[in-house]
């Protein structure tokens, strides 16, 4: 009986840790996206000297809130996240529209899809 007890407890704080870790990466993976959003309204408007520091504050969170995300990730993604934002660093820097806005959308498809790769649901299951 003592034995089923542990068991049973290990189980459960796995799944705690699991539900833990799916909700930060999706409130994360959300904070990331407005910011991206706002960067994009930045490139549109031709405000690039605030495009600039958000693209900033945006590459500083992403180094203090996702560095425990390759514990649950995989690493691949991560890397192609961070090679999307040093490209749109350098774009917003270069002040060209087109590119920020088009890889600014395509960082934030992939931070968007990270939750929902990682959910719980028949989906992924299957």
Same mark, same amino acid.
């Given at each position: ?14 799944? *705690? ?7 930060? &990466?999706?409130?994360? %993976? !959300? ?8 960067? *994009?309204?930045? %490139?549109? #408007? #031709?405000?690039? !000297? ?7 504050? @945006? !590459? ?12 649950? @990730?995989? =690493?691949?993604?991560?890397?192609? &996240? ?10 917003? %820097? ?8 088009? =890889?600014?959308?395509? @960082?934030?498809?992939? &931070?968007? =899809?990270?939750?929902?790769? !990682? ?8």
């Amino acid at each position: 009986m003592r034995l089923l007890t542990v068991l049973f407890v290990i189980f459960l704080l796995i799944v *705690m840790l699991g539900a833990w870790s799916n909700y930060a &990466i999706s409130a994360s %993976a !959300e904070q990331f996206s407005k910011t991206i959003d706002e960067i *994009m309204m930045d %490139a549109e #408007n #031709n405000n690039w !000297e605030e495009a600039k520091q958000k693209v900033t504050f @945006l !590459e500083n969170r992403w180094q203090k809130d996702a560095s425990w995300w390759p514990v649950v @990730l995989d =690493h691949q993604e991560i890397d192609n &996240i961070e090679f999307s934002l040093a490209r749109v660093k350098e774009y917003v %820097a270069q002040k060209n529209t087109d590119l920020s806005l088009g =890889h600014l959308s395509e @960082l934030k498809l992939m &931070i968007k =899809h990270i939750p929902e790769k !990682e959910a719980v649901t028949i989906k992924n299951i299957l």
